[in-house]
């Protein structure tokens, strides 16, 4: 067997200690090494494990959950202890195990956590190494895994799937289907449990305080970051200042004493796709550029150096993750088996023709969706690269010394696109 592959399979024992104690000036803060009880089928007995490994797995990783103190620093009270989320799930959490749990795992889990905490209707998000890769809301929680998925199916696979509705067994059928590692929920009904149980290495994870993630909204953490020379770097975690459409400001910008604004207000449906993008950036990495429609992600750009160059990324994602999701619902294969079998003459060019004029004709279902940026434009570039493909509005903090530019960009497209302020940013590293 291949080394790597291996060593994958391999649960590394660690040597972190089994209590940390911080004096925070003067406040002590205890955390306690969590740990489960898993089934060593080589050995045929439960043994006592903490995390399988970290983010590689030659590394060596402990997961930590804060039993006792509550820091408070100035006016600021952050997140309390056993709140039943990431760090505090125990057995009973965990429905199956699976390949039981590494580090990657559970930082997907709570970036998911972060993300679907801002909504209160059915809202499916999977996520892959820390990013989304697809968010959507509906009417059933159906509907919107299903839309999440098909954002990007590709990404999708292996990926971790937070959903803040029960999951049945209809659903759990569909999931079943395609390769995830992580399922959460806040519960499982009728037969979902063991048609998920039929995939032996899907962590199941029940997490019924997802219901009540709301109450997080506003609640900090403290942000550890540990430096190449042993140092830290400490921060509060940011707080979303955007709650309803009346705290987004129509973009307007002084240059040269004259005053530029934008000429369109938002429609009622463009204000809650601009709510939906704006609550799904705050779980993407920076430089990030995300395109959503109808309360969908159609487009996901992260971690670029460059604000054009990611809103150029998350175009080309939206075009062939839309050519791929049209192959599957027309054909059952994917976009890239159906290129490969036209080219060895095993399946008719019409067939892959007709998807390609349909994406292009509908710029990969950018046409009409809202552009959200978690920073400022520095030049107008950006923007007119969501407005070639048909952008319909622009979520952005705003406070570039070319905000004139980009608002003028915005009322010389035709139709024009309206645009807002947020007048906070959302970096994300």
């Not at 000036?25 to 060593?40: A, S, V």
């Not at 049945?168 to 390769?179: H, K, T, V």
């Not at 987004?248 to 207000?265: D, P, Q, S, V």
């Not at 939906?276 to 995300?290: A, M, P, R």
């Amino acid at each position: 067997m291949n080394n790597l592959k291996e060593k994958y399979r391999k649960i590394l024992d660690d040597h972190f200690p089994d209590k940390i104690e911080i004096n925070f000036g003067g406040q002590i803060l205890i955390y306690k090494k969590r740990t489960w009880k898993i089934f060593d089928e080589k050995k045929g007995i439960y043994v006592e494990k903490g995390l399988r490994y970290g983010e590689n797995p030659d590394q060596e990783a402990a997961l930590y959950e804060l039993v006792n103190g509550n820091l408070i620093l100035g006016e600021c009270k952050f997140i309390t202890p056993n709140n039943g989320l990431v760090s505090s799930l125990t057995e009973e959490n965990f429905i199956q195990f699976g390949k039981h749990p590494s580090k990657i795992n559970l930082t997907d889990i709570d970036s998911g956590l972060n993300i679907i905490k801002f909504f209160d209707e059915p809202c499916a998000v999977i996520i892959k190494h820390n990013n989304p890769c697809g968010v959507a809301v509906s009417s059933t929680i159906e509907d919107a895994y299903k839309k999440a998925f098909f954002a990007d199916r590709i990404a999708s696979f292996g990926g971790c799937a937070v959903l803040n509705r029960e999951v049945g067994s209809e659903l759990a059928d569909f999931i079943s289907q395609f390769y995830i590692e992580v399922i959460v929920a806040p519960d499982f009904s009728g037969k979902a449990i063991d048609i998920l149980k039929k995939r032996k290495n899907l962590r199941i994870v029940k997490i019924e305080n997802l219901t009540d993630l709301k109450k997080y909204r506003y609640t900090r953490f403290v942000d550890f970051k540990s430096l190449i020379d042993g140092g830290l770097i400490l921060q509060q975690s940011q707080v979303n200042k955007i709650e309803k459409k009346e705290d987004f400001k129509l973009a307007e910008a002084y240059h040269n004493g004259k005053l530029y604004k934008i000429e369109r207000a938002p429609t009622d449906d463009e204000y809650e796709d601009m709510l939906f993008g704006w609550y799904v950036e705050h779980g993407v990495t920076s430089n990030s550029i995300i395109y959503v429609k109808d309360r969908v992600t159609v487009g996901i750009g992260t971690g670029e150096q460059d604000r054009v160059g990611v809103a150029e990324i998350a175009v080309y994602k939206a075009y062939t993750k839309y050519a791929d999701r049209l192959c599957y619902e027309k054909y059952g294969i994917p976009y890239k088996q159906l290129e490969l079998e036209v080219k060895n003459g095993l399946k008719d060019k019409k067939l892959k023709d007709e998807i390609d004029e349909k994406v292009k004709a509908e710029k990969g279902n950018l046409i009409g969706s809202t552009m959200i940026s978690d920073a400022f434009f520095p030049f107008r570039d950006g923007v007119d690269v969501g407005i070639s493909h048909g952008i319909r509005a622009v979520v952005q903090p705003g406070g570039s010394e070319r905000d004139y530019e980009v608002i003028k960009a915005c009322n010389e497209a035709n139709p024009k696109v309206t645009m807002v302020f947020t007048h906070q940013r959302l970096f994300r590293h």
